[in-house]
């Protein structure tokens, strides 16, 4: 009796394991919240000291920046769907500009009980990168008004992971004078995602 007690236990703690890192990934929450505090230490070191950060170019004092509290309910496996014949879009900037973006594919993904959320994911054909530029419910509340970004990665395969505790704001949130691809109409979302990067100041 006490035998099957303990089998009954362990097959409820690896249970919980289990799900705890099919939320997450690899990743168990304290390993999690130490990745995700060192990536933006990394992102507030280029801010602060990189000849490329939009604050050295511009020459204008730094301050720090502001995220959302690390949440692996943010760290999302979605389904990938593909385009069939991709195009190249024009996205519309912050300054009134085009800038030309080919197509990649869509993100679809369930989140606070809405299930059809679905974000358009393009390329940028010169560094050979993916990304998705989105606005969601906390757009000019918490977040730039104009959007964020989430750079991605996909081996290609069926699913794809969106992790929106990286999701980090367009140089224009910082400097006026950068232009900054604006999210397309369909990358709206309804919901709010309270992950990632905030407004600055």
Do not use: W
């Amino acid at each position: 009796m006490a035998r099957n007690k303990i089998l009954l236990l362990i097959s409820f703690i690896v249970l919980v394991v289990i799900i705890i890192y099919s939320v997450g990934g690899d990743y168990s929450p304290g390993e999690y919240a130490e990745y995700i505090k060192k990536e933006r230490e990394e992102q507030e070191r280029f801010m602060r000291y990189d000849e490329e950060s939009p604050f050295v170019t511009s020459k204008i004092e730094f301050s720090p920046l502001s995220h959302y509290p690390a949440d692996l309910k943010y760290r999302i496996k979605g389904r990938f769907e593909a385009i069939e014949a991709p195009k190249i879009r024009n996205l519309g900037t912050n300054d009134g500009k085009q800038e030309q973006y080919m197509e990649y594919g869509y993100a679809l993904f369930e989140l606070d009980g809405k299930e059809d959320n679905k974000l358009l994911i393009f390329e940028n054909v010169t560094e050979e990168k993916l990304f998705l530029a989105f606005g969601d419910a906390t757009s000019a509340v918490e977040t730039y008004g104009a959007g964020r970004y989430l750079d991605i990665e996909h081996s290609g395969g069926k699913t794809i992971k969106l992790d929106f505790n990286l999701a980090y704001n367009p140089y224009c949130a910082y400097v006026d004078n950068f232009s900054c691809p604006l999210p397309p109409r369909e990358n709206l979302l309804e919901i709010a995602i309270k992950a990632g990067e905030k407004d600055y100041h």
